[in-house]
Structure formats: C-alpha cells, structure tokens
C-alpha cells in the first residue's frame, strides 16, 4: 500500500511540475525570483546571526545603531591580535584590492620579512553591478605600496586564480588569511570553491560585506553546504557586515 501512494505521489509531483514548465511562469513573473531569493537568504542570515550571538563570541558590537565602516580594522587588529598574526610569517591573500585600504593595513600591521601578500583584482573596477554600485566603479588610481613583501594579480579572479593555485608554492603550515572583499556573489563563490583545496586548519576568512544576504552571505552557505566546510567564527563589527571565520 505504501509502495503504491509513493509511487502516485511521485506521479502527482512530476505532472505538477511538468505544468507548471508549461505555463512558463518564469516570462510573466521572473521579476520576483531576486526578491524572493532575498527574503529565503535574509531569514537565513538572520538565523545565521542569531546562532553566532549565542555563542558570545569574543569580539562582536551587535547591536548598534549606525555603521562606521572604518571600524572594519578594529575586527582585523582583533584577529591579528589574538591569533598571533603580528610576528608570524603569513601568506596574506586579498581578493578585491581595488585602492588598497586593507592591503596596506596587513602589510604594515604583520612584520614578519618572510610574510608573503598578494593582491587580486581587475584593477578595472567591479566587473559586473552590485545593487546601486555599476559595473567599472571601485577602479582605483595607481597602486604602489612600499614594501618588498606583496605582489598584484590583475583580472578577473576566474583568469588570475586558477595559475596562481598551480604555480605558487605556499608552504603547509604557513597560515593563510584570506580577505573576501569582492562583494560579489559570484566573485566570492568561485574564490572559495577554487581555494577550497588549499584551506587549513588555522587558516582566517575575513568577509568584508557580509552581510549582504545575496552576496557574500550566500556564497558562503552554499560553498559551507557543498564542500562540508567548517569553520568558528572568532567575530563580527558593524552588526555582521564584517565577519572573521577560522578553519577548525
Ligand atoms: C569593495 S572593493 C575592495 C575594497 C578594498 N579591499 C579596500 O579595503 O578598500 C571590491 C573590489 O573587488 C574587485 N572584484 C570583484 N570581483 C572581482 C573579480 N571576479 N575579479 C577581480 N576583481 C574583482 C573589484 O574590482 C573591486 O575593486
């Protein structure tokens, strides 16, 4: 008898689903997949904020009332700090450089000569929209920062990344801090799936937008489903919009 209702509903669901391709919903009310996309990811980063919030996590100033984006460093000298990033060689990675406001802080804040940073960017701006920011905005001037220690990688992540990977010899247990400042869904996604491989325990995850439920919030819940990615998250500033994870 059960055999007999799952197979009828298995029957029920395919012809449903079957109609509704037919009636090609998506041409009359495709306009509402973003929204509601952004309703399901908010009420999930809203869960995701209420369980951090329950861990009372080490450093985190929910909840206040205005953002002070330069307030973002205070997380990043929280982990350098605390994780004993000041004197240690490190392999500093930054993906979204454009004028180089994070990239100089690590390169002064860490002092270790054998430290290693490298940049990624188009260097050419965002390459496609993000909400009220178009496509092109972010290029920065001329970049050049006085330290021996760092490299620029220009273009997009997805030509950069992959020769970087294969050519670059990073040394295992040298910890790697990898700043995600893209803003970008898919520009975040793709770093962390193609870097996935190269993750150690001990390892840092800095989100500079995270917050944002469509960007890099959701790349982050689909890379953490996809790849049984675990993390802890040692803290968060300006309600979440910057976030530090470490690989356990
Ligand atoms: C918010 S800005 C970075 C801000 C910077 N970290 C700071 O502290 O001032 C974002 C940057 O990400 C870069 N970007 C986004 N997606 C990219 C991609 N797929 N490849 C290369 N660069 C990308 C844009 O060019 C832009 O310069």
Redesign the pocket.
């Known amino acids: 008898m059960e055999r007999i209702l799952r197979s009828l509903l298995i029957r029920i669901i395919a012809f449903v689903k079957s109609s509704f391709f037919l009636l090609r919903p998506g041409s009359y009310l495709g306009f509402l997949a973003s929204p509601l996309l952004f309703i399901g990811n908010s009420l999930k980063l809203s869960r995701w904020i209420s369980e951090q919030r329950k861990k009372n996590l080490a450093y985190d100033d929910f909840f206040r009332f205005t953002r002070n984006y330069e307030a973002r460093f205070k997380l990043h000298e929280f982990v350098a700090d605390s994780e004993k990033l000041v004197e240690d060689k490190i392999y500093y990675m930054?993906?979204?450089?454009?004028?180089?406001?994070?990239?100089s802080w690590w390169l002064k804040k860490n002092k270790n000569p054998q430290s290693r940073f490298f940049g990624?960017?188009?260097?050419?701006?965002?390459?496609e929209d993000w909400g009220i920011f178009k496509k092109g905005e972010?290029?920065?001037d001329q970049l050049e920062f006085q330290d021996k220690r760092y490299r620029l990688l220009r273009?997009?992540?997805?030509n950069t990344l992959p020769g970087f990977i294969k050519t670059e010899k990073l040394e295992e247990g040298v910890r790697k801090i990898i700043?995600l400042?893209?803003?970008?869904f898919?520009?975040t996604l793709?770093t962390l799936t193609s870097l996935a491989g190269c993750l150690n325990k001990g390892d840092i995850l800095i989100f500079?937008e995270f917050c944002v439920p469509n960007h890099e919030f959701f790349a982050l819940s689909i890379f953490e489903e996809s790849y049984n990615f675990k993390y802890e998250t040692l803290g968060a500033i300006n309600n979440y919009l910057q976030v530090a994870l470490k690989v356990i």
Not at 120 to 127: C, H, K, R
Not at 155 to 158: A, D, R, T
Not at 181 to 184: E, V
Request: hydrophobic residues 40%.
């Open positions: 930054e993906f979204g450089v454009a004028g180089g406001d994070s990239f990624f960017d188009t260097f050419e701006g965002l390459p972010m290029a920065p273009g997009l992540f997805q700043h400042d893209a803003d970008l898919s520009s793709f500079d």
